[in-house]
């Protein structure tokens, strides 16, 4: 019997060593998982590893590398657990390496529709797996969650949890609570109901689910969210668009479980259409979109919320990367000092801060907000960007922006240019903290864009494609003048923003040229790393910001990295390529990225790696020959409403081309109507995600070319500096 207890003692050790939190794990020779796409529980994207310090960070070299199947965006953090690396890819595709040298062990093909691309606001892109013993978990853009063994790369079971009848897609990672596996959805750009997913790990049966926005029907769903709707959210909504539309509010990046307080945290995105006048005529903060909220985990059942942006209009979500800390705090600070009385008053009045359990949040609207996690209760909200213009702060005793009234264009029927804009002040690139500066590194970004209510009948025709958003696209688009065109692409910039939360304040910032730049990670070898839209690969100082480490990896960044050890040598990884919805909207992509080549690829690196990229493939110079412009001015202009509300989003903005979907200015289908009907509303290309829009008609589809002709002519008389040297 002594000897049992012995051995039974020892495995209780063992395991609590096991169970260290993140930022105590030792950092020795053993090896050093990078364990779910955010690190780890607290999904703080740091890790204790510091074999690669500021002291020699800059003799970092690429150990190994391998080439993706598709020039799309790739948006993984790839996960390092029990010697394997895994990634996924545009098309949801999985891969898995061995973590040391390289070796590909298995792959994974859903085989997804490429007509579901039409779906997919932002790109076909995946943001990454889950683990848990020896069982992988991933989404796919068509909506199935899919279970693989993670050694063999064997289905295990697949659930579908959308229905497809509907424009909804999966490209956030799903994670492990419990045992369960829960997942989100996108698809409010288009016009779906947003909900948060928990199946049962074993057999990926569904145990509970929430939606974010009401019943348009008025009726329970029978769902866990039913009793607060009931009580309390179905009231913040009046009538509007959204019960044709299903409102929107969908989750489709950031879900936290919080294992310390046994919380469930997720991100809410915007409504649908944006423009709350259409939405909800203009009436209610219509729950819970922009807001965090927590859930029971094992339940499902409402918890708290915050709103971060009442009554949403601008494309504001609040999905971005929910962060868990605890920081020391003052007493006096945020909207839960007020009205205490008695002994619990008195004993935070005799320290000058308290310890916190906090969450960390900086969404599209560009403040940082810390909140209180025990509660939901609003501790801070500071800007982490410059210029903010749709509120000028917030009011902490009601947790409330305070507006500016200009910005709510369906109320003064003027246009508004908000800054940030609907790709936001930062977007879903993971942003990261460092325990040990006390500074969260957030890839921020300075992309205004107009709203106004639509006048035009394309701009207010809604249906299942193209935006549905309920805003005029003539004012979001380039303007014609060159200089003013050239000035708005220059004023589309990017910036790694250090945030101090605690001093509510920018501790340093970098300027990027460009916006769009990639995800953080730091470490305690007092480093942050980012991937840059210019090709680029930095390491900073985590503490002053000193650039460290610039090396060129041929290929625009937007995934984040992340760092693992194995036998003893300590890791970085990371995905290359552009994608996403700015170059896909935007598709200037910052004016100077668009030059930079799109390649996707998973590049792996340690202090001393000599392996070195191939030679980049020849880039095409392009040639600028399209047809006469035969367009009457009215069809030119009809082409214009009809490219914004149907093919900007896949295409870029005013035809620009953005390297990855093909530059319709250059097309040779230009000079074909017939072949360019074929496509355009016949669908030939619908395999490759270019559907039909069967609801044109021939004079529209023609309107489309015309607009398009016009375009190509305008860009080479004017933007004569497309191919001038990149400064990055
Ligand atoms: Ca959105």
């Given at each position: 019997m002594r000897r049992l207890g012995l051995f039974i003692a020892t495995c209780l050790l063992a395991a609590c060593q096991n169970q260290k939190t993140e930022q105590d794990a030792p950092v020795a020779e053993k090896d050093v998982a990078w364990s779910n796409v955010a690190y780890g529980s607290k999904e703080q994207r740091h890790s204790p590893l510091d074999q690669i310090n500021e002291s020699n960070v800059s003799d970092l070299g690429i150990a190994w590398f391998k080439d993706l199947p598709d020039a799309r965006g790739q948006e993984a953090t790839p996960v390092m657990v029990d010697g394997k690396l895994f990634i996924?890819?545009?098309?949801?595709?999985?891969?898995?390496?061995?973590?040391?040298?390289?070796?590909?062990?298995?792959?994974?093909?859903?085989?997804?529709?490429?007509?579901?691309?039409?779906?997919?606001?932002?790109?076909?892109?995946?943001?990454?797996?889950?683990?848990?013993?020896?069982?992988?978990?991933?989404?796919?853009?068509?909506?199935?969650?899919?279970?693989?063994?993670?050694?063999?790369?064997?289905?295990?079971?697949?659930?579908?949890?959308?229905?497809?009848?509907?424009?909804?897609?999966?490209?956030?990672?799903?994670?492990?609570?419990?045992?369960?596996?829960?997942?989100?959805?996108?698809?409010?750009?288009?016009?779906?109901?947003?909900?948060?997913?928990?199946?049962n790990i074993a057999d990926g049966s569904l145990k509970w689910r929430f939606y974010t926005v009401p019943n348009p029907e008025g009726k329970p769903d029978g769902a866990a969210s039913d009793e607060i709707f009931a009580k309390a959210a179905n009231k913040t909504w009046s009538d509007g668009a959204w019960k044709e539309s299903g409102g929107g509010g969908t989750v489709w990046d950031s879900i936290v479980y919080d294992e310390e307080l046994d919380q469930l945290y997720f991100g809410v995105g915007n409504g649908n259409p944006w423009n709350h006048g259409l939405r909800s005529g203009g009436e209610?903060?219509?729950?819970?979109?922009?807001?965090?909220?927590?859930v029971n985990p094992d339940t499902g059942k409402y918890l708290w919320h915050y709103q971060e942006t009442p009554a949403e209009t601008w494309d504001y979500t609040a999905t971005q990367s929910i962060i868990i800390a605890e920081i020391d705090w003052p007493v006096s600070g945020g909207s839960d000092a007020e009205?205490?009385?008695?002994?619990?008053?008195?004993?935070?009045?005799?320290?000058?801060?308290?310890?916190?359990?906090?969450?960390?949040?900086?969404?599209?609207?560009?403040?940082?907000?810390?909140?209180?996690?025990?509660?939901?209760?609003?501790?801070?909200?500071?800007?982490f960007v410059e210029n903010i213009n749709w509120a000028e702060g917030y009011d902490l005793k009601t947790g409330r922006p305070i507006e500016n009234p200009a910005a709510r264009f369906y109320k003064t029927g003027e246009p508004f240019i908000a800054i940030p804009g609907a790709l936001g002040a930062h977007n879903w690139h993971p942003m990261s903290?460092?325990?040990?500066?006390?500074?969260?590194?957030?890839?921020?970004?300075?992309?205004?864009?107009?709203?106004?209510?639509?006048?035009?009948?394309?701009?207010?025709?809604?249906?299942?494609q193209g935006f549905n958003v309920g805003v005029a696209w003539s004012i979001a688009q380039l303007p014609d003048d060159k200089?003013?065109?050239?000035?708005?692409?220059?004023?589309?910039?990017?910036?790694?923003?250090?945030?101090?939360?605690?001093?509510?304040?920018?501790?340093?910032?970098?300027?990027?040229?460009?916006?769009?730049?990639?995800?953080?990670?730091?470490?305690?070898?007092?480093?942050?790393?980012?991937?840059?839209?210019?090709?680029?690969?930095?390491?900073?100082?985590?503490?002053?910001?000193?650039?460290?480490?610039?090396?060129?990896?041929?290929?625009?960044?937007?995934?984040?990295?992340?760092?693992?050890?194995?036998?003893?040598?300590?890791y970085i990884a990371f995905l290359t390529s552009k994608g996403g919805a700015f170059p896909l909207t935007a598709g200037v992509a910052g004016g100077a990225s668009r030059q930079i080549p799109n390649i996707p690829r998973l590049?792996?690196?340690?202090?001393?790696?000599?392996?070195?990229?191939?030679?980049?493939?020849?880039?095409?110079?392009?040639?600028?020959?399209?047809?006469?412009?035969?367009?009457?001015?009215?069809?030119?202009?009809?082409?214009?409403?009809?490219?914004?509300?149907?093919?900007?989003?896949?295409?870029?903005?005013?035809?620009?081309?953005?390297g990855f979907t093909p530059d319709l200015r250059i097309s040779a289908t230009l000079a074909d109507a017939e072949t360019w009907s074929s496509i355009v509303s016949g669908g030939a290309l619908k395999d490759r995600g270019m559907v039909g829009f069967s609801q044109l008609t021939p004079a529209q589809v023609e309107s489309l070319r015309h607009y398009v002709i016009e375009r190509s002519h305008w860009t080479k008389e004017n933007v004569v500096d497309v191919t001038a040297p990149v400064a990055r």
């Open positions: 996924t890819t545009a098309w949801s595709k999985v891969f898995a390496y061995d973590a040391k040298t390289g070796k590909e062990l298995w792959s994974y093909d859903p085989e997804v529709d490429g007509s579901k691309a039409i779906d997919a606001c932002c790109d076909v892109v995946n943001r990454g797996v889950a683990i848990s013993r020896g069982r992988l978990f991933f989404g796919t853009l068509d909506g199935r969650l899919i279970a693989l063994d993670a050694n063999t790369g064997a289905r295990l079971w697949a659930s579908q949890t959308t229905d497809n009848s509907k424009p909804y897609t999966i490209t956030g990672a799903p994670r492990i609570v419990k045992n369960m596996v829960v997942i989100g959805n996108g698809g409010a750009e288009f016009g779906v109901r947003g909900y948060v997913s928990a199946y209610g903060d219509n729950l819970f979109l922009s807001s965090i909220v927590a009205g205490k009385e008695g002994e619990e008053a008195e004993s935070e009045k005799t320290a000058l801060t308290k310890r916190r359990k906090v969450l960390f949040h900086a969404p599209k609207n560009g403040f940082f907000f810390v909140i209180d996690r025990t509660n939901g209760r609003l501790l801070s909200a500071e800007p903290y460092n325990p040990g500066t006390g500074l969260v590194y957030i890839p921020a970004q300075q992309v205004p864009q107009g709203y106004e209510v639509p006048s035009s009948e394309v701009d207010k025709s809604r249906g299942r200089e003013v065109y050239k000035a708005a692409i220059a004023s589309t910039t990017g910036q790694l923003v250090a945030f101090d939360p605690k001093a509510g304040k920018v501790a340093w910032s970098v300027d990027y040229p460009a916006a769009w730049n990639g995800g953080t990670m730091t470490t305690a070898g007092n480093l942050v790393f980012q991937g840059t839209s210019l090709g680029l690969f930095k390491a900073y100082a985590a503490d002053s910001g000193e650039e460290l480490l610039s090396m060129d990896v041929q290929s625009g960044v937007v995934a984040a990295p992340s760092t693992y050890m194995i036998d003893g040598v300590q590049i792996v690196m340690k202090l001393g790696g000599k392996t070195s990229l191939p030679a980049l493939p020849q880039q095409n110079e392009i040639v600028w020959d399209p047809p006469e412009p035969t367009g009457t001015p009215a069809q030119v202009a009809e082409g214009k409403a009809l490219y914004g509300r149907y093919c900007l989003v896949c295409h870029g903005d005013s035809a620009i081309g953005n």
